[in-house]
């Protein structure tokens, strides 16, 4: 193989800040993610810890480099279930995070909802607090669908969560579904589909099922309880997605993303822009462009690291340009979108083109991808099947 | 040599032998309780873990007699499976009487009578000992009436033991002592000593284990075999308490070992006479043969990387395994490899498991063949073992395949199954009788390729595991064999061709294919999977192609997750034989060889 060896690029954007807030009333049946049971003394010490791990940044002169050029412009409260926040305990965490790093003018605000968990005065709050989005997981808008899921909420739930918070004045709203779980049919992912479109949100995420080793559902699948997903339907599920929600309007922009211009998600675009972001929380990981690192998933391991003054970063793997600008292409390549070589090419110094058409030319016929001179892009069928694709640059 | 006595333990499966045999170590002293595991004798890893026996092997048991006489008792143990038969009756001429080791719940099975029958030919003395009296299913009365009826004993002679309880043990000592009859020989004759089997040792070459019948043998000898006529100086002498112990000679009677800075195992034969080079003796023993190789496969490495590393292995396997032969072969489909042969499927198992386990080889194996006779219009006849090497089918006069003869002894209940299963395996009823009310013997003339497919799981699951099996071999018979290709998208993979009776054609040509369907994931084009015979497609499935393989969520905590599963995915990838542009997993090339049950 031809010597690719690309080089650091500068970092040129501003920096998106996620907060990961670990609590689940409920573990849903698909979820093998690291929770931890809400309780309110172990939400306070959460508080704690996190404003302090905001502090032990303050003082790390690598974001402080990062920080002065361009400054944040996104911040994302996301779990676990963070909605299990009082309003006041959001608003620390934000008035922390404002004290410390410098925030660019109308930064995009997001905060991930469950609507089991708020009623219409939390969402006031939340609103007040200064959060300018929300992202609200209804999953299905069927009963039966959700009640398999394991998710602790009803579609009349998910309905009033929804209007409470057009009231409280979030006019930038994201719907999460899922397609792909055992149990839908085609039809009942389209009812929930139209059921979504109706209400009218800014935008939507549909994400078809991964059985994740170590669920509920994973056991559950093994043990014959359920019938395996099938993948066949799961990929029909999917083009009828993507063609519905562009028939109403909400252009796909990623694998599992549709808004018009202007709703998409600035903080994700982050993480598929190769641009860095800073995780705070347990398990919450970061980019700071040298390298990735992902704090203790474990609560009490993150706390004890803080308390004693170490960032609680428990792994850490450093880039070389040549991972990173691996990293860039698939991560890049999700976004419906594509890839610029040429400006990929010249942020790394490297022949992309000659690299893509190295790994992956083969592949062509396949119609997983349409290379022109100095742009990639997935097609619709290649998206499906990214995968295949990816594989070849790890 | 008046205190000598050589015997074995013969037996039906798991009947006990191996521990009777760790009885009699531990109650003449040979091994201390501290040393004790079990199956002592078995010192491959595969031995004990299967609990089977593939090498012979002897030790000294020295034995105080309640006469107040200092025995010295050579127990040699045999192999208890029927690929290695010939083994096994080597190393009963060797012996004067055996142990007939029977189960008290299980009575008389079909080995047991084998066995009997081996040692009846080789006109041992044969002491019948009733095993597993403590189990609550035992019946030694049931016993002793089928050790009178079946196999004309005394049952009067037969030794009730518990070798699990150690009850009876030196009742079978005292036995062995008493009706085993010493060892006749001419010490002062020239040597002649019988090989029943060799082992290797990486530091000292082979070690050559023997029985003397007449002469003696000592270090510095000049020593020959007979049927190569290759000549050896001898460097030690010994016998064997477990580890070796050098004795300054080996004479007329005894059993032991030589060493000889003899490099392999094939360089010495089982069943071969030893003798001295300047003081031969007039004649070999009878009863020598070459053992060959009855079943073929080819075995390949996964990654191609590997296939200096097998033919090591293989050769270092050969060292210790005369009867494994090996030859290159290539495949289209799977690149270089090798074409073994070995005496019977456990064989196959047992080398297959030893290269991946010992020497850490993934490999992909082609069907277990026979050996097929073919005879041309011409009148040339040619052997083949090998599906790639058969005929242009024009060119083909006749094909024969080799049969064996087969005893089966049933529980009466199961009569009708067993039956159907041999006539469906395309047997030929020889005989059938009733042992007593309730088991019947049945002879059956059967193909040895309807054997080697799964006859035996069969056999086991039909009669609930009461059937008992035993077979030896016949002679080629004509058959009518085709040859089935398998192809894969469009292309023959070579290595899953295979040659069957035509009646089998259509059924395993569908079973090959449902299987592959079942193992080949998914690709990115629709994958046709065919079975041929010549150009007629007569079976067929069709793998549609891969639609969905994303990682639905991609944000800062899944890029992590993601590439570890890509990398696993990637790996996967590694370990697939590309054939075309399908790749074909390891599994599928196995799941192909699988039984029925095994599913």
Request: proline share 5%.
């Amino acid at each position: 193989m031809r010597d690719f060896s690309p080089v650091f690029p500068r970092e040129e954007a501003s920096l998106g800040i996620y907060v990961h807030v670990p609590f689940c009333r409920t573990r849903c049946h698909y979820c093998a993610f690291s929770t931890s049971p809400y309780d309110v003394s172990a939400v306070e010490r959460y508080i704690t810890a996190v404003k302090r791990e905001i502090e032990l940044w303050s003082r790390e002169p690598s974001l402080q480099e990062l920080l002065s050029d361009f400054g944040a412009d996104t911040l994302y409260f996301g779990g676990g279930t963070p909605s299990l926040l009082e309003p006041r305990q959001i608003q620390e965490l934000l008035e922390a995070c404002q004290q410390v790093f410098p925030f660019a003018r109308n930064p995009e605000i997001t905060l991930e909802i469950n609507p089991a968990t708020a009623d219409a005065s939390k969402v006031r709050g939340m609103r007040d607090a200064g959060l300018n989005r929300a992202s609200l997981g209804i999953q299905s808008f069927d009963d039966t669908e959700l009640a398999a899921m394991g998710r602790p909420h009803t579609v009349e739930d998910a309905l009033r969560t929804f209007d409470d918070l057009r009231r409280a004045g979030f006019d930038d709203i994201s719907l999460d579904l899922i397609g792909g779980f055992p149990g839908q049919t085609r039809e009942s992912a389209r009812r929930s589909l139209r059921a979504a479109i109706d209400l009218g949100p800014e935008h939507v995420s549909v994400y078809l099922l991964e059985v994740k080793e170590g669920s509920r559902l994973d056991a559950m699948i093994r043990s014959g309880q359920i019938l395996a997903p099938d993948e066949d339907l799961a990929a029909d599920i999917y083009l009828d997605v993507c063609s519905s929600l562009a028939e109403a309007g909400y252009a796909q922009y990623e694998i599992s993303n549709f808004a018009p211009e202007g709703h998409r998600s600035k903080h994700n675009l982050k993480y598929w822009r190769d641009r860095p972001y800073l995780g705070l929380g347990p398990a919450a990981h970061g980019m700071t462009g040298r390298a990735r690192y992902a704090n203790a998933a474990d609560v009490a391991a993150y706390e004890r690291n803080v308390n004693e003054d170490r960032l609680p970063a428990g792994t850490f793997m450093d880039f070389t340009p040549d991972i990173r600008f691996r990293e860039a292409l698939i991560m890049g390549l999700r976004l419906v979108e594509g890839l610029d070589l040429v400006k990929l090419g010249e942020r790394y110094r490297v022949d992309a083109r000659a690299f893509v058409l190295e790994t992956i030319g083969d592949l062509e016929s396949a119609g997983l991808f349409v290379l022109s001179r100095d742009h990639l892009a997935l097609t619709a069928r290649g998206r499906l099947l990214s995968n295949i694709v990816f594989t070849r640059w790890v | 040599m008046d205190n000598i006595r050589n015997f074995c333990i013969i037996a039906h499966i798991d009947h006990g032998k191996s521990t009777l045999a760790d009885r009699l170590l531990q109650i003449t002293g040979v091994v201390g309780d501290h040393e004790f595991r079990d199956q002592m004798l078995d010192t491959m890893d595969i031995e004990r873990e299967r609990g089977i026996t593939i090498k012979s092997q002897s030790v000294v048991l020295p034995y105080t007699g309640r006469d107040g006489v200092q025995y010295r008792l050579n127990l040699i143990d045999t192999p208890g499976h029927a690929d290695f038969s010939y083994e096994v009756s080597r190393a009963l001429v060797a012996c004067e009487g055996a142990l007939l080791v029977i189960d008290a719940s299980q009575g008389v099975q079909a080995q047991t009578l084998a066995n009997f029958y081996m040692a009846l030919e080789q006109d041992l003395e044969i002491i019948p000992v009733i095993n597993k009296i403590d189990l609550p299913a035992a019946d030694v009365e049931l016993v002793k009436t089928q050790i009178k009826k079946d196999l004309g004993l005394d049952p009067e002679s037969a030794v009730a033991i518990s070798a699990k309880e150690g009850v009876g043990i030196e009742e079978v000592l005292e036995a062995i002592v008493h009706l085993v009859p010493p060892p006749k020989g001419d010490p002062a004759a020239p040597l002649k000593a019988l090989i029943f089997d060799s082992h290797w040792d990486p530091y000292r070459g082979t070690i050559v284990n023997l029985r003397l019948f007449d002469g003696e043998v000592k270090p510095g000898d000049m020593i020959r075999f007979m049927f190569n006529n290759a000549s050896y100086k001898v460097e030690e002498t010994g016998v064997f308490l477990i580890a070796r112990q050098p004795r300054p000679k080996l004479c007329a009677g005894e059993v032991g070992y030589i060493i000889a800075g003899i490099k392999t195992v094939s360089d010495t034969r089982t069943g071969d006479t030893v003798t001295l080079a300047d003081r031969p003796c007039a004649e070999a023993l009878k009863g020598f043969q070459l053992v060959k190789p009855v079943v073929f496969s080819s075995f390949y490495p996964i990654s191609s990387d590997d296939y200096e590393e097998l033919a090591v292995a293989l050769e270092k396997l050969k060292l210790n395994d005369a009867s494994l032969t090996f030859e290159k072969d290539h495949s289209t489909a799977l690149g270089h490899g090798f074409r073994c042969g070995f005496l019977g499927l456990l064989h196959l198992e047992v080398v297959q498991e030893r290269l991946e386990r010992e020497f850490d080889l993934s490999l992909i194996l082609t069907a277990p063949s026979v050996q097929y006779l073919i005879g041309f219009k011409d009148g040339q006849e040619i052997i083949i073992d090998n599906p790639a090497k058969y005929p242009d089918p024009m060119l083909v006069a006749y094909a024969k395949e080799p049969f064996i003869r087969a005893a089966i002894i049933t529980p009466e209940q199961y009569l009708g199954a067993v039956i159907t299963l041999c006539i469906e395996r395309r047997g030929v009823q020889k005989e059938m009788k009733y042992l007593d009310t309730s088991r019947v013997e049945l002879v059956f003339d059967l193909p040895l390729a309807e054997v080697l497919f799964d006859f035996y799981d069969r056999l086991k699951s039909i009669s609930r595991g009461y059937a008992s099996f035993d077979y030896e071999f016949l002679e080629h018979r004509t058959t009518d064999l085709v040859k089935v290709d398998i192809l894969v998208a469009t292309e023959r993979v070579d290595a899953l061709s295979m040659l069957v009776h035509a009646d089998r054609a259509y059924s395993r040509a569908r079973r090959s294919c449902e299987r592959l369907k079942k193992e080949i994931p998914r690709q990115l084009f629709k994958v046709p999977i065919q079975g041929a015979i010549g150009g007629k497609i007569i079976a067929r499935e069709t793998i549609s192609p891969l639609r969905k393989d994303v990682t639905a969520k991609c944000y800062g905590g899944d890029i992590t997750r993601k590439k570890k599963l890509l990398e696993k995915q990637k790996e996967g990838k590694k370990r697939m034989k590309q054939v075309g542009n399908v790749s074909i997993p390891q599994s599928a090339f196995l799941a192909v060889l699988k039984t029925d049950e095994e599913e």
